[in-house]
């Protein structure tokens, strides 16, 4: 009987992991093992090891994060905390131990200047304390030298699960309210449930000489308001959506930050669906539907 590759899951009850929780059933030759933040404190680094120690898995997949943006400009310690020092225990345990690691970052590590997607050869350069601290994050891993491990970039995450710029719409939507969206802010969605199952097909082939870092997201880009526009066409909403500019307001988040995914489609040879599609689907399906 071939024994099946053990998952370990942080920050369980966050929006993309509890997707993972979600598609986990679907996914019956690996055995999950799911830590919420009640129940494991990644920044403990003594609970985490015991954690770790206990269930000896082959894999962790973090998706433990500090993901409020704006909270991270006024909580910085708190986001350095999950973002960066947490990272840090968690790439120093899987040295040790000979685990292999997949992390999850963001398109805010770019400044936005670009008017072209972004590559994973671009140079970081944050503009907001998120973006700061989840690229301190990468850089511990890269710096600890681990093998067979991979950090994700992702953009615009949305799920039924949080509090995202989809669900927030869809809420408006649904109570047929008017409302205004910046249409100055442009990146490219992605269905949390396809990066997810991405993420469960590719594990097989993590064998690397380090860590490698890959763009995942739906294919192109579009703006806040061009996503609204198309979520309410979508519901027959008929709630009346006005373009307006962010100006000012927004300067920790970049303008632009459509990511390229090239490198990911051509390493690992999956189809990844433009985000029209993507959103038309998890719409089709009542992804949107909270179940859980």
Known sequence: MVKKIKLLITGSDGQLGRVFLKLSKHFPQYDFVFYSKKKLNV????????IVERNSPNLIINCAAFTDV?????????????NTSSVENLANICLEKNIKLMHFSTDYIF???????????????????????????????????????????????YSPFSKNFVNNVCSK????????????????????????KSMLLIIPRLTFDGTEIFHYSGIGYCSRYELAVKINSLLNGK???????????NSIRPVFSGLSCKKFIKFFDLYLKPWEISLEEYFQNNLHINEV
């Open 43 to 50: 920044s403990n680094f003594n609970q985490l090891y015991k």
């Open 70 to 82: 704006d909270k991270a400009e006024i909580s910085k310690s708190s986001a350095k905390l999950i």
């Open 111 to 157: 400044d936005g200047k670009k008017t072209e997607l972004y590559t994973e050869n671009d140079i970081p350069n944050p503009i907001g304390y998120y973006g700061k601290s989840k690229l301190l994050g990468e850089k511990k891993i890269l710096d600890s030298k681990l093998k067979n491990s991979i950090i994700i970039r992702t953009s615009w995450l």
């Open 173 to 196: 939507i649904n109570k047929k309210i008017d409302f205004e969206v910046y249409d100055d802010q442009l990146g490219s969605p992605t269905n949390a449930f396809d990066l997810a």
């Open 239 to 249: 709630s009346k959506i006005t373009p307006t500019k962010s100006f000012e307001k």
